[in-house]
Structures are given as C-alpha cells and as structure tokens.
C-alpha cells in the first residue's frame, strides 16, 4: 500500500496559450510556461535565476477579457487564462520597441563585437525590424576600458539591468546600479567611477555574460568574437535558493 | 514565343564601401541568369553614365553623407518604381554614420589635418560638400525595400532580386539583419 | 479617552482666547507668503500691540484667492470666510488702517467682496478650516471639533464600522484615478499580516497644482487624523507622509502638527489611551515626478532608486517592504474626518451619481481668480471657470482648459457645459488627475502646450522601461520639429503610432498617460497641427 499521499501546497491550472491547452503550477508565470512549452516571447530584460524587472515591454502579452496587455514575465498564471502571445497588434508594438532601442544609443552591428550573438540583433530579425523609422538620438558616451578584464560600451546598453540584478541577487557585490533619469540613464559601478577603480567589483564576470549586448564584453575581443554563456545562472540561482 | 520583357534595374553607391556591390557580383554564376531577366540600366559596375527616366527598381547602397549623395537620392526616388536600400550603411547609417556624435569640422579636421603630415589641407575643390548629419536612405526619401546587412550576402541579395522579378514584395528579415 | 473627555479638552482650549472677539486672520500660506504675507503680519502685531485686547491677530492656512494675495480677513471668533470683512492686496503700510478700522467702518480701498461667485459658490468640507485656524495650532483644530472623529472611532467604533462608513460614503481616491476609498481600505484590512503601513501621498508634481500644499499648510492636523482613522481601520501602526521637498512651509507644519499631536497623545503610543499606536514619519521626496507612482514612492520610501515596479502585486497585498500598505493622497485622509463625522450617507448626497463629495481645484493659466476652490462633483466647468474663477482676464476668448496635468488631456469652449466628475472626464479624453485646472485663452498653442506636457514627462521619466524613456523623447522631439513648422506629415502619422505604443505598453501611469496631452489636443485641435506640418 503506498503511503497517504501528501497534500500539495501548490495548485494546477489550466489555461489555455495561443489556441494550445496546457497546464502550468499556479505558482509560475506565464514566459515561464511559455518557455517550457517552446511558444517564443521575445525579451531583453527578463532572465531565469534573476529577479523580474518588467521594464522591457517586449513580453507583453493579450489576455482575453483584458484590456490592457500584460507582462509575462511579471503575471502568475490562473485558472481559465486565455492568451494571446503573438497578435498582428503585439508584433507591431514590439517592433516599435525595438525600433525605440535601436535609435537611442548606438547600436552600429557591423562593427560590435557581439555581432551574430546578439540578443537584441535578433530580436530585431525575428520582429522583423529591418529600418528603424525614428531618427537616431545622437548621443555620445564615452567607453569604460579601465578594468582589466572588461570593458564597458554604453552605446549597445540597453539598460535592461540584468547586470545590475546578477551583480546583487547572485554575485552579491552590488557594484553596479543605474543613475539619472530618463534617456540619461546609464549603468554605473560604484558611485560612478571607472569600473577599473571600483572597489566592490570581484572581476567574476556574470555581468558580462548575461549582458544581452556588446554592452558588457572581455577586453580582447574582436567584431562578433565575443560569446557569451548564461547557463551557470539558473544552476547558481537555484542553489542560493536552497541553502 | 515572345519572351517577357526584361525588368530594368540601377544601383549606385553612395557614402559605403561598395561593399554591397562587391556581395552583388558574389552571386557569381547566378548572375548569368539573373541578366536574361533584368537590364543594368545605370551602376558603377555598367557604362551607362545617365539614369534613365522610368526604371524598374532603384538599389542604393551607403548612406546620405554629402551633397551629392542627397541628390542622387532624389533622382533615383523620382526614376525608380521601387527603391531598395541595400546595406546596413543605407538601411541605418552604419559606420558612416558614426561621425554623428562629433562636429563635422572636427571630422574633417582629424581627417585632413591632425593626421597628416604632409601639407594638411581641407580639399574644397572638386568633391561634394559634406552634410552635418549622416541619414539613412530613407531619412530623406522614402523606400519601399530594406535589405540590412554589412554587406548583405550573395544569397539575400539573389533572394530580394528574385522575389522582386516574380513582382513580390520581399521580406528580407528571412535571410539577412542588422550587422550580418 | 473619549468624546466628553475631548469636548472638555476643547472648552478648556477655547477658553484660552475667551476674551478675543475680533480676530484679523493673515493668510501665512506659501502663496500669500509669496507676495509679501510675512511682513502684512509683522506690521499687524506690532501695530496692534496690546492696545486692544479684545482683537488678535492670527497666521492662518489658504483662503483661496492666491492671485489677490496677501490676504487679510477680519472675522468675529468662529466666523467663517464668507462672514468676514476680506482685504486684498495688502502691504505692510495697510496694517494701521486695517487696525483702526477694527472698531469702525472697513476700509473701503482694500476691500475684496466675500459675497462675489468665486467664495458664494463654493462648498467646503475638506477646505472648512482653511482660513479660519492657525494651521500650526493644536489647540486651535481641537477647539473647532478636531480629533473627535479618531476619538469617537476607537471609543465608539470598530474598525469594520470605519470601514463601512467610508464604503458608504462613495469617497473615489482624489489622487487621480479615482479608486474607491472604501474598497481600497477593506482590501488592506482582509490582508492577514503582523505588519502594516499607511502611506499620505503628498508628492504633488502636477505642473500647476496646488491642492495637497494648501491643505498641508492650512489644516495639517486634518490630514494625520484621516491617517490615524485609517490605520486603525486597517490594523496598522506605522505611518508615512511622503511629500516632495519642494514645499518646505508644508513640511514645517507638519512636522509641527505631528509633533504636538504626539505630545497630547493623538499619535504615538496608545491613542486616547487605547491599544491603539501610530508612529507617523515623514519622508522627503527628492522631486522625481513619478514618485507620486505608488510603487515608486515606495521603492522610495525604502530607500531605494525611485522607479516603478510592475503590479500586481498591488500595494494592498505587497506594498512597503513587501506588507499590505494602504496608499491614499492628502485629500483623501482631509475627507475622511467629516466623513465619520457627519457619516457616510451625507457624504454620499453630496455631489454626482458616481462621484460623491466635493473637490478641490487649483485655478491656474488664464483666469481672473488663480487660486484654489473647492465644489461640489457635477458643478459644471462653466460655472467653475467663468462664474467662480471669473472667466479670462483681458476680453481675450476661453480656448481650452488642462485638467489631470500632464496624464490629462485639454477640454474646448464646446464641452464647457460638462458636470465635472471622474467619469465624465474620462469620456472628453482626460481625466480628473489631482485637480489642476490650467486655463489657456485664444493666444494659446495647442502644439506648443503638448510639447511641454510632453518634455516634462520626457524629463520626468525614470527610464526603466523602453516606450516611456524612449518613447517620450522621440514624441518630444517630433513634437518640438512640429512646434517649429519643421515635421512633415509621416512625421505626424508617426507620432500617433508612438502614442499608441507608449500608451499601450508603458510599465507604469506615467508612460501610459504621457500621450494624452497630445492624444487630446489632437482630437480638438487638429487643424493646429496640420497647420504646423512643414510639407502642409
């Protein structure tokens, strides 16, 4: 006779994903069921073993009886749920998205060093952005080579803050952090000094390999030489999570 | 049988590398086929010296840097049926572009004079003037193809080609992007 | 305590100014102290010295026509604004005039009528002591009946008998977007926690609004009393005022008002000697506009960079480190004290169908009476704009009136006759916002008035999320092209698809709301844009 069964502490639901039927635990969202069921939302911001931003917009997602569209990175799944994740609509906004990305810093591919394993690169050419029908911002940001392992290239951030949230949620040095507001946001490393001089910074280099862009890249590296790998994350992040 | 009249194309580069150009005549023995169905009426790599009045489809590459490169825009606009940006210095400025973030006369500066050390001087005879910023193709005229890539390989290029010779609208995000 | 302990305590407060008949009442608010309330004051005492005894002089809270200031009233103790001999304009030189008239006839020079529309049209319940008591006072808002609402709720009351007043009385939050009080407070008060917080938003970013300053600096104790109710019907012990460092003359008072509350025992350990406790701190916001975004205000109050987080959670479940927190704005806690007093159901008799109680508005733009007023829900934008505020100064033509700031959107002389609540707001493409009104007359440019909504949201933007900090700059600069008879008419076609997205996809109300201003003004002002097209 097997033993009594214990009860779960989290519920099953159903829902119901782009015309498919799945179930999902209640306790997760819906990029993570989406993920697990192979149905492809585009995002910059969101990463598996970091916290939810919910800034990059790009996860939005339709729900029926909704009228306002939804992250889905940010919403829990519920019983009965109808969506939507690849409307003429949604398509639209998001290339606008990424058209909005590509005109506010200087995103020059030919000459990244992350060209071809690019994040947002493809995000373009899967959203199907080959223009970017607003002017370009123009600004002009200086290069941060003074670590020595590193460097640091404002003109592909994107400020999505994976760096920023891999640097204190797993790392736990908190070296980087944002400041100013609006277009003038810029990732910083400790009160804003070269990252070379900072003394928080443990030269570990998740920042840099979970930078979706040439943003964060090794010194060294050539146009589309830099590769980046992401898969210690989700490993790490579940082991802090246990002890 | 009468065969179906050729379709008529020109190209011209503006501020590139020609690089496009040079992915253009990759298509190797493909180009073989591809002239019994299109007629090079006006390109750097043809004769003609005259754009045509009415042509078919129009292929820019580079960006619009100068003066000149602005009027050439307008003429192909006003010529061609179709106009193609080909590249990601036409489609987005690229590395053209780049001079953007400092003044024109610091650029023209460090080209002409902090660098050289034999008789600086800013040419002004005989070349276009350059423009303060560096656009797109359509930041000044609209286009109605974007083919990115820097360059664009042999195969979207015969891709775009192809699908505009069966009188379709290509979607070259199938076979190229930003960058490729 | 209770009622008869407090209605002693304030007969003994009463009778400290027992022999005081007249009182001349000099507007000390930061409008009036603007233009030179400070030195009137001055000049009054020393004037006044103690040569008639049976007359005082008294620094009170806003009395609404800042664009007459500084403002002086001679009233019989007790008597209110309308009842009272008003003085505008005054200077320093006035003050012997205005005492010698103090036993004879007015003097006729300074007179400002108190029975013109802009004071006989009003109705005030959140403004009632505006005016009348020394804001600094804790004796004097105990003498007029303050603190006998909290009182009589934690005698008298239990929390669910709070909360059912308050659902009862129809109260929508005066924040914006008007979200019912009741169930806002019911929803923190399910919520199964140890901790709890209350938050007053008085972070007031609105260009041109000026609501929850006044009520601050007029009638502090108010607003901590609304708190404090509001906490015990929550179950919360811990309360923050998070108001924007740009109002010091607020703060100041506040910090006064919480200080003497606590020392008499209306905050602070055991109120009225109860189990019940609130601590209530205040928290200077740096100036970032969208920290008056709940989320961000609390990401603020934390400590941490003010920006918004993606909700739900809302803060009712999660709020301040992660505990149910009950955010409402100044005037909502100002409404809450005549609420339990006067109840729910004569609160609800008061204004519209779906829209109960009064509102303040801040008059400001074009109109002859700037200022602040209080009416009830459903009065007409006419009546406010050309009865009370006295219509546009110089015979020059009513274009359109702003309301919501830069979330809201712009009404035209054809929608004038509106009865103004949330809902019919919201179908003329703005909304009800905090309670500016900016009024722009026929010289106005509809383009020009987008682009500054929309550079302040542009600078106002925290820069989290992409449409918002991207979105705005690129509306910004199509906008200023526009503004400049520059942009072509794509560019035009553009910037409402960049509405559209901004609106659609922005993380939080201030990139959802950043389009309206223009979304608005196009939907009235068309042909001032089409004007404006370069290829036109």
Redesign the interface.
Known sequence: MPPPATQPNVRVVTLNIDGRDLSAREDETIIEVCRENQIPIPSLCYLEGLS??????LC?VELAGQG??L?AC??RVTEGMQIQTNTEKLQ??RR??VE?????R???????VS??HCEL??L???C?????????????YRVDSSHEMFRLDHDRC??CTRCVRVCDEIEGAHTW??M??????RVITDMAQPWGESDTCTSCGKCVQVCPTGALVRQGTSVGEMVKDQHFLPILARRRHAQ | MSTPPKITVATTWLDGCSGCHMSFLDMDERLIELVQQVDIVYSPLVDTKTLPDHVDVGILEGSISSEDDLEKAYAFRKHCKILVSLGDCAVNGNVPAMRNHFKLADVVDHAYRDTVTVQPQTPTRGVPALLSLVKPIHGVVGVDVFVPGCPPSADAIWYVLSELIAGRMPDPSSVTRFGA | MNLDDLADLAEQYRAIDANVEREVRVCMAASCQSSGAAPVMDALLAGLGDSKPACKVKGVGCMGLCSAGPLVSIADRDASLEESTLYRDVTADDAADIIASLDGPPVERLRCPTDQPFFARQQKIVLENAGIIDPDSFKGYVAVGGYSALIRALSEMTPADVLREVTDSGLRGRGGGGYPTGLKWSTVAKMPATQKYVICNADEGDPGAFMDRAILESDPHRVLEGMAIAAYAIGANKAYVYVRAEYPLAVERLQTAIRKAKRSGFLGNKIGDTQFSLEVEIRLGAGAFVCGEETALMASIEGLRGQPRPRPPYPAESGLWGYPTLINNVETFANITPILREGGDWFASIGTERSNGTKVFALAGTITNTGLIEVPMGTSLRDIIEVIGGGIPGGKAFKAVQTGGPSGGCIPAQHLDIAVDYDSLKTLGTMMGSGGMIVMDETSSMVDVARYFMEFCMTESCGKCIPCRAGTQQMHSILDRLAKSQATRAELALLEELCEVVQATSLCGLGQTAPNPVLSTMRYFRNEYEAKLGDA
Do not use: K
């Open positions: 939810i931003w919910g800034a990059c917009r939005l306002r569209l992250a940010s919403t639209r906004y606008t998205i909005l990305l590509f005109a506010e200087n995103h020059v591919c030919s000459v990244c060209n071809g690169q493809y373009a050419q899967t199907g952005v080959d223009h970017v029908r607003v002017p370009y911002r123009q600004a002009s994107i400020l952090d944002v100013g507001r609006g277009t003038e946001c």
